[in-house]
């Protein structure tokens, strides 16, 4: 069964401390990404990469990090320094970065208290 | 500058009824991709369909179908005789040939379906 894990469904910390969120994908896509998105609103891209070891900036990726050391997973850690955590994370896979339609996870609920 | 515009942000109707779900985009790029994403109370986005910016042809998949008018910059999308499964948020997103990989995203529009 071929799809993108995200683990786990929900997420609860204190503040102050770091959190990473885990992203697996089987698809063998090159790409993958990271969203948060906030009620209300669409979603943001935090970060991307487009091949192992490699890895861009998104539009909000302040107090955030990630790794990809390997084609299937995408690791985001959310850091102490990101000010407001409490969102709804979702993780997301394409073939490329051209013009290949992104397929997503389930998404992990983070609340931050 | 917001890229993708959803106006509408809630939409209720009752089963059986037309809906169409309004997307106006922003781009100077040629060449660009559009799509238009489920989002069900699970969470998880489900991809429904994706448009290339050289493809006008509309498109039309059992109930749903899709209307692009590069005239007026408009993708959207239309639900026939609605059922109270296509309760969702959809989203309408945006590739520009520029930055390839980018997906920007609409804020949504909430559909309810009453029974």
């Known amino acids: 069964d071929g799809g993108i894990t995200q683990s786990p469904k929900y997420l609860f910390r204190k503040e102050g401390q770091n959190v990473t969120l885990s992203c697996e994908q089987n698809?063998?896509?090159?790409?993958m990404y990271w969203y948060r998105q906030d009620p209300g609103q669409g979603l943001r891209l935090i970060y991307y990469?487009?091949?192992?070891?490699?890895?861009q900036k998104g539009d909000i990726a302040e107090g955030y990090s990630v790794s990809r050391e390997k084609k299937e997973s995408f690791p985001l850690t959310v850091t102490s320094a990101q000010k407001n955590p409490t969102a709804f994370y979702l993780c997301?896979?394409?073939?490329?970065?051209?013009?290949?339609?992104?397929?997503f996870g389930p998404g992990t609920r983070l609340t931050v208290t | 500058a917001q890229k993708v515009t959803q106006a509408q942000t809630e939409i209720s109707v009752v089963e059986k009824e037309d809906v169409t779900l309004d997307c106006v985009y922003e781009?100077?790029?040629?060449?660009?991709?559009l799509f238009w994403y489920k989002q069900p109370p699970s969470g998880e986005l489900v991809f429904l369909i994706r448009?290339?910016?050289?493809?006008?042809q509309n498109e039309i998949s059992g109930r749903y179908s899709w209307n692009f008018q590069k005239s007026t910059s408009s993708f959207n999308f239309t639900i026939t005789a609605s059922q109270v499964v296509d309760s969702a948020v959809y989203f309408c997103?945006?590739?520009?040939?520029?930055?390839?990989?980018?997906?920007?995203f609409g804020r949504g529009t909430q559909l309810t379906v009453w029974p």
């Open positions: 997103a945006l590739i520009r040939g520029s930055t390839l990989g980018r997906l920007y």
């Open positions: 781009t100077r790029d040629t060449t660009y991709y």
């Open positions: 448009r290339n910016s050289f493809d006008e």
């Open positions: 990469s487009q091949i192992v070891n490699d890895f």
């Open positions: 997301a896979s394409s073939p490329g970065t051209d013009s290949y339609e992104q397929y």
């Open positions: 698809l063998n896509h090159d790409a």
